[in-house]
């Protein structure tokens, strides 16, 4: 068993196809690499330079666990290479997958831009009838969109055909969610294509076969459905503090709920990174395109756009003012386990802070921002030293284990603010902070949580026309 991959060494034996896989950031190096893991020759193209560099002095441009090792093996065989040019990757390949970025627009609507040039360019390079694959998230249409869009850019005799194959792993978890799926999604209103593009994975994983505006929705259904679970987390979260009820307690029994499910349960400082909130407002845009308004989702992405300027706000509101202040943030990558820091609630904060006049020092294991004003610094209690305020901003699992003793000597103030669960509260009482959290750690009155019931109660002495038993 492999630890990365969870599968044994020995996948099972498919079909060798040629593939070619445009763009080597994370969905695209991670499919780059782990379909050459399954026995699969592949030509990765990526038009960053310095990306493009780093891979062919065998360096990995991103954090993710397993994936050195896997594209080292495969890169030194030969059955995986990294170009920039099109037209040999394209050489002779039936199989193109398509793994470049589509960011949001400043209206929220998606880019499909870097989509587009990608697509054309690969379709003018091919030598033969091709599939191209978007395995970027894109709005329901897209496919059939793009197959029109390049369809007169191929040369005489080739046939392009335009497949959708979402994807779905996680950063962080990328190489492990891409041998241990969930589900492979192959959209395709063509049978023949369906199968070459299913036979590319084990026949044993997880299928769904659907239409191209099908496959599409899945992904962009999927993220939003997460988002609203993020969202609704932190409104039950909200909730407890103004009742005095137990978050965790209440989250957790919640989500024991088979029907359910604890995951994404977890309160914090609202979602973020590079997919939830673009595909979020993606989904809100196609549904109202569609005259279908997407009330769910927008209550989502509203509740979402109030969790910072709330925890900005607590924290605040516990240092009396951020004027002048100096605070320690804790992480900056948008979720642990990974680099990435786009839209990261964590770098979000960190300028809601600066704006709010106060001086921040930032640490993060991994993740490395360029913000003005921010000083970061390579280690936690070199973060805290002297600060009013220490905010933990990102769950990295090592910010566990700072020590409160440490902690009170370095810093100068008392205010420690978990916005994300990992800090054993107690013991950092008992070492003199004021801790809080979200949906942890606040004052309560219960009066209104025994008046509102009590009224109800007495109502009981007046006649209401149902006859006890
Ligand atoms: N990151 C995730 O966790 C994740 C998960 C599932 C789906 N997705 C989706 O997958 C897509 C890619 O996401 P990502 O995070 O890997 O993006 P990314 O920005 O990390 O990588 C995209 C890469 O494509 C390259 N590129 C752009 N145009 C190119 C071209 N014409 N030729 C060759 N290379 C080109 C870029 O230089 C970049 O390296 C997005 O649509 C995203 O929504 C991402």
């Known amino acids: 068993m492999n630890f990365h991959t969870g599968r044994s060494q020995d996948p099972e034996k498919l079909e060798p196809t040629r593939i070619c896989v445009i763009g080597a950031g994370y969905v695209g190096l991670t499919a780059a690499a782990c379909f050459s893991e399954l026995g699969h020759e592949v030509r990765c193209v990526e038009v960053d330079a310095a990306r493009l560099a780093a891979l062919s002095r065998g360096e990995i441009p991103i954090y993710e666990p397993g ?31 398509l793994c470049v970025g589509t960011p949001p627009r400043s209206d929220g609507e998606p880019d499909l831009r870097q989509l587009a040039r990608a697509a054309a360019t690969a379709a003018t390079a091919a030598t033969r009838d091709v599939a ?10 897209t496919c059939e969109a793009l197959e029109l869009f390049v369809g007169g850019q191929a040369r005489d005799g080739v046939r392009v055909r335009v497949v959708s194959n979402p994807e779905f792993l996680r950063e962080g978890r990328a190489v492990w969610d891409f041998f241990n799926p969930d589900r492979v999604v192959v959209g395709a209103d063509e049978t023949d294509l369906a199968r070459v593009v299913a036979g590319l994975y084990p026949p044993s994983w997880p299928l769904v076969e659907c239409s191209r505006r099908s496959a599409e929705l899945v992904k962009y259904a999927s993220n939003t459905f997460l988002a609203v679970k993020i969202s609704f987390a932190n409104e039950v979260a909200a909730l407890c503090e103004a009742l005095g009820a137990e ?16 995951a994404f349960l977890n309160p914090g400082p609202g979602f973020g990174g590079s997919c939830l909130p673009k595909d979020l407002s993606g989904f809100i845009a196609v549904a109202e395109s569609a005259g279908r308004p997407a009330e769910v989702a927008r209550a989502a992405q509203r509740a979402n756009d109030m969790a910072l300027a709330s925890l900005a706000g607590k924290i605040e509101s516990a240092l009396g003012t951020l004027e002048g202040r100096t605070i320690a943030v804790l992480g900056l990558a948008f979720k642990a386990g990974t680099d990435d820091t786009r839209f990261s609630p964590a770098v979000a904060l960190v300028r809601e802070l600066l704006l709010r006049g106060a001086h921040v020092r930032a640490h993060d294991p991994i993740a490395r921002v360029s913000e003005a004003g921010l000083s970061q610094v390579a280690d936690p209690y070199e973060a805290v030293h002297g600060a009013d305020a220490l905010v933990v901003a990102t769950g990295w699992a090592e910010y566990r284990d700072l020590e409160p003793a440490r902690l009170r000597h370095s810093m100068s103030g008392h205010v420690i ?10 013991p950092l009482r008992d070492a003199g902070f004021d801790v809080y959290g979200i949906g942890r750690g606040l004052a309560t009155s219960f009066a209104p949580v025994l008046w509102r019931p009590l009224e109800w109660m007495l109502d009981a002495g007046q006649p209401s026309g149902v006859q006890n038993p």
């Open 67 to 97: 994936l050195d090792e896997l594209v080292t093996r495969h890169a030194s065989t030969g059955r995986l290479s990294f170009t920039d040019d099109m037209a040999s990757a394209m050489d002779d390949v039936a199989v193109a997958m």
């Open 132 to 141: 191209l694959v978007v395995k970027s998230t894109v709005p329901p249409g």
């Open 247 to 262: 978050t965790d307690k209440v989250l957790g029994g919640v989500g024991l709920d088979a029907r359910i499910g604890g």
């Open 417 to 426: 603010m978990d916005a994300v669960g990992v800090l054993a509260m107690e």
